[in-house]
């Protein structure tokens, strides 16, 4: 296992799945890279008692702040003799994502999932379980 990709979101979750990273990067002697996307930031539109709300791009500011948690991420397992490289990606969508991920050939990607129920999924939809369907290597999902 020479590759393993780390989808990250910069939440209190990140620490568990850099953990699992680390751990398998150093049995393995494997590189890891750091993927995060930038979200979409909300903004109001205030119409009254009704204010939808709309997502812009992510502002410069926050795509800077991202990739300053993202080098203190790298920082954090390269100070353990693990080679990381880091990548982060805005104004994209899941194929994207996936398309990325088969370009570093990578042999295991790990990701969480927020273990909604399953009526949530069947309205909402769930970001891991349409990214697993999509990556064709293996995944790690880590419950969160």
């Known amino acids: 296992m020479k590759t393993i990709v780390t989808l990250v979101d910069l ?4 620490f568990k799945l850099l953990k699992h990273a680390h751990a398998l990067a150093k049995a393995f002697d494997s590189n890891v890279v750091i993927v995060h996307v930038v979200p979409k930031e909300p903004i ?10 709309i997502l812009r791009d992510p502002s410069p500011e926050s795509f800077h702040t991202d990739q300053t948690k993202l080098q203190e991420l790298k920082e954090s397992l390269t100070k353990f003799g693990i080679h990381v490289t880091t990548a982060q990606m805005a104004e994209t ?3 994207d994502v996936v398309k990325y991920i088969e370009s570093l050939e990578a042999d295991l990607v790990i990701m969480g999932s927020h273990g909604h129920g399953a009526f949530y999924n069947l309205f909402i939809g769930s970001v891991a379980a349409d990214m697993v369907k999509r990556i064709q290597s293996p995944v790690l999902l880590v419950p969160v």
């Open 44 to 53: 109001v539109v205030g119409l009254g008692v009704v204010s939808p709300t």
């Open 11 to 14: 939440s209190e979750v990140t």
């Open 93 to 95: 969508n899941i194929e």
